[in-house]
Each structure stands twice: as C-alpha cells, then as structure tokens.
T-cell receptor, first 116, second 112 residues
C-alpha cells in the first residue's frame, strides 16, 4: 500500500539555523499538507498546498515558514531561522482531493525537530 | 472557540474490556469526521471516517464510531479490546477547506 514518507526522522539544529524537512506524498495525490505537534499538545494544521501554490495556511505559518514542491515527487517545509518553540514533531500528509468530493488525508511518520 | 475535545486522555483497561472514547466538536455546518490511531513508534493511520449516510461507521480492527449530529459527537467504540490496541487515538474534524482540526488524543493502554 502506498505511504507518505518523510526524511529525516530526527533533526537537531541550533537556534537561528535553517532547516528543510522533506516529504514524499503518495504519487497520485494532489493536495499536500504540513501539520505539527508540540510535545503534549494537539496536532496543529500549518499549511495546505495544491497546484504549486499554498491553498490555505494557519496563523502559525508565518514568514519564517515556506513550502515548495521542487520536483514531481518531493514536498518540503523550510523554516528559515529556527526558534526554540519550533521544536515539535512535523507531519506531512497528502490527499487525492477530487473537487467536491470528501477525502482522506494520509500521514507520514513525522520528523522530530529539536531546536537547541 | 471552535475546537475538538477528547476527554480521559489516559485510559487503562484489561484485555476483553469494552472501550469508548468520546469526541465532541464545536464546528457548525458540514463536517467530515475521522479517527486516527498512532501505534507506538508508528505514524498516524486512519481508523475510520464519516462523510455522510449511515451515522454508524465501521472501521478497521473491529472499531466503530457513531455520529450524533444533535450532540456534535463522534464517539469511538470497540466491544472487546486486545493488547495490540495499545496506542494513541485522535479524533479529527475537517471543516470548510482542507484543514483537519485534531483533539488532544487519548492514550490507551491495554493490559494483557
């Protein structure tokens, strides 16, 4: 069964450094997402992406964050200058999302980001 | 504020016991409802979903959930749990656009 994959599984970085988290969505899916879960808190929506542009973003997704689909398979989340409070598990998800049809988001295993 | 609520964040029960996890949401209008499960060391997996139709939905591994619109609830049930059901369970609601709103999760431990 096709799965969403994410790399790396763990990332440790110094405050102020840039990080790029990588995801490979399910191959025929059209919508891509990033969520994060700070330890002990809820899974929170960050951004959704469709047709090479952001379709929706949350208030968390400020100018420090960006997303990109650099090629036909990868979907990346970049944090330009990491802060301590960016430490979290970051989940990528994808969905088929046919227009007007309810769909299911399938999640990757997550990248644990630790900012020191 | 609009939210998804899950109570009893830590649940400990014995094998063969029945499990019910509550989920309440405060979003109006059309919603799509999901339960995801995260087994230790694994990623979020879809357990079951409700989009429309029969409010009693059956998922994998013997789980079911009932959508009660008047109560804004989507409770998860399993009549007889197994040790392998030890996991964290998340209720999620899709409303409006594409974003999912998650509850805080229920950590379920099944004692053999």
């Amino acid at each position: 069964e096709p799965e969403v994959t994410q790399t790396p599984s763990h990332q440790v970085t110094q405050m102020g450094q840039e990080v790029i988290l990588r995801c490979v969505p399910i191959s025929n899916h059209l919508y891509f997402y990033w969520y994060r879960q700070i330890l002990g808190q809820k899974v929170e929506f960050l951004v959704s992406f469709y047709n090479n542009e952001i379709s929706e973003k949350s208030e968390i997704f400020d100018d420090q964050f960006s997303v990109e689909r650099p090629d036909g398979s990868n979907f990346t989340l970049k944090i330009r200058s990491t802060k301590l409070e960016d430490s979290a598990m970051y989940f990528c998800a994808s969905s088929l999302q046919l227009a007007g049809v309810a769909d299911t988001q399938y999640f990757g295993p997550g990248t644990r980001l630790t900012v020191l | 504020a609009q939210s998804v609520s899950q109570h009893n964040h830590h649940v400990i029960l014995s094998e063969a016991a029945s499990l019910e996890l509550g989920c309440n949401y405060s979003y109006g209008g059309t919603v799509n409802l999901f339960w995801y499960v995260q087994y230790p060391g694994q990623h979020l997996q879809l357990l079951l979903k409700y989009f429309s139709g029969d409010p009693l939905v059956k998922g994998i591994k013997g789980f079911e959930a009932e959508f009660i619109k008047s109560k804004f609830s989507f409770n998860l049930r399993k009549p007889s749990v197994q040790w392998s059901d030890t996991a964290e369970y998340f209720c999620a609601v899709k409303h409006g656009n594409n974003r999912l709103a998650f509850g805080k999760g229920n950590q379920v431990v099944v004692i053999p």
